[in-house]
DNA sequence: ACAAGCAAGTGGTCTAGTCCAGTATTCAAG
DNA sequence: CTTGAATACTGGACTAGACCACTTGCTTGT
């Protein structure tokens, strides 16, 4: 075991600590029977002090890797769910991590003002300038979804000169615009296959869809972000991880 | 602004931080502009350490009513955004929080061995006993959704002598058997309505409906629920709120 | 008028302890 | 053999400081 600790890196040794963990709970060197370190053996381990050791194990428990026992001690958990949905992915991101190649079509690419439904969650005037994106979004080259996002058009200029068959959206928001995503407010609904949308993915008129309508949001909170994607039942399913009150 | 903690509460002084706090922004007294404290000056004003009210303030963070910016300061965030399916709430919590009245009717409550799938979902042997738990869920006396439940027979004995169109499922568990719900993994797709469940809904055959698959697990991750839910499309819509890193 | 630099304030990190409330184990008394 | 008390652990809570990186706004010298 690598005790050693960089303390002059720009990672705080909490994080270096979570992830030194992390690495043995995935290398299986730290096992679901007890054999896990308590705080205070960790803490003489890494040479830090308790609370600092503390919050890399609180880390751990919010992220559902461990659990921890008052009284008993820590726990490996034996997690069989995919950490998969709770990281606030994007389309591109989240089929790869299922083993499926993306790509998009894109459809339309315009700038105009903003509707009213569309300014409410962009928190925009209503005659705001927006980019409308509507992509097709493929996985291993089938349909998969029909997607229409808004873009708040002063946020990210210039937004119609990018290619986007190629980079994800989310790629180039975060490196080109510097917009982190944050968090996010999802809501799915089932839906039965408009004449329009069902010749886009290439199913019958009424077949259900999954309808997911997404905004994204900047750490102040500022709306990044408005999506509408229609995805086809037959391929695709939403997953969610819920916890209760991890801190 | 009350500031006395009890500091002889069992509740400890960051929880009841973090209430106050919340209070004063639901009330409005803390506002989006920046009248918010620092840290220290609300380690003054409730006469505790600094770490403690970081505590506090880390929580509202993770719940999204505040964010922060280092060298700046702590700031309210405007959510519009329901604090909501977040929270793992069952149906009964979920209908009352929206304001609407929930109600049950038990159409089958069996003791039977689990089926291969079931047995996968709650980690038991597969020929163990468990409970078959099915329920017409209404709001406002209309038809919401039908629902599959298995429960694992020996963590709830006597199950079956439990008044459910009252009582709330989750209520049941964390009273009478101890079973903390912790955290869950939820799947969702969009599917068309069988006869059966058209039937018991009240709704058209093919009429698409949100499939809500879900595994409950107690904070040692040892599963408790497994449940399938089927609700009316028209009336439902599933909202989930996703962050990215929230210590 | 402007730019450079300084100082004050903020959140982030970290220390080295203390006390408490649970939980196991051990061991002795009944 | 059982019960009960002591003990030695665990994680949870909390303190009173420290230093750092970062932002902002004020000041001062050109």
New interface residues.
């Given amino acids: 075991m690598a005790d050693i600790l960089r303390r002059d890196s720009a990672m705080p040794l909490h994080a270096q600590i979570t992830e030194a963990l992390q690495l043995q709970i995935k290398a299986g060197e730290l096992k679901a029977g007890e054999n896990f370190p308590s705080e205070r053996e960790l803490a003489e381990r890494f040479s830090v002090s308790r609370?600092t050791v503390r919050?890399a194990l609180?880390?751990l428990r919010?992220d559902?890797l461990i659990?921890r026992?008052r009284g008993v001690g820590t726990?490996v958990?034996?997690?069989k769910?995919d950490v998969h949905?709770?990281?606030?992915s994007g389309f591109s991101e989240e089929m790869i991590s299922l083993g499926l190649t993306p790509s998009s079509r894109v459809l339309q690419l315009t700038r105009e003002t903003a509707a009213e439904r569309v300014a409410q969650d962009l928190d925009l005037e209503p005659d705001a300038a927006v980019f409308h994106l509507e992509r097709l979004r493929l996985a291993d080259d089938e349909p998969m979804a029909f997607e229409t996002t808004y873009l708040s058009a002063h946020l990210c200029p210039q937004l119609d000169s990018v290619d986007l068959t190629v980079n994800s959206l989310y790629e180039i928001l975060t490196e080109k615009y510097n917009l982190q995503?944050?968090?996010?407010?999802?809501?799915?609904?089932?839906?039965?296959a408009t004449r329009f949308v069902a010749a886009q993915l290439d199913i019958k008129i009424?077949?259900?869809?999954?309808?997911v309508h997404r905004v994204v949001y900047s750490?102040?909170?500022q709306p990044i972000e408005s999506a509408h994607t229609t995805?086809r039942?037959d391929r695709?399913?939403?997953?969610?991880?819920?916890?209760?009150?991890a801190?």
Same sequence: chains 1, 2.
């Fill in positions: 609370m919050q609180l880390r919010s559902g659990y026992e726990f958990a034996n997690r769910i949905t709770r990281n606030l995503m944050h968090h996010a407010a999802e809501s799915l609904e089932a839906a039965a009424g077949a259900p869809v999954l309808v750490e102040a909170n995805y039942a695709y399913r939403a997953t969610f991880y819920l916890s209760k009150n801190l």
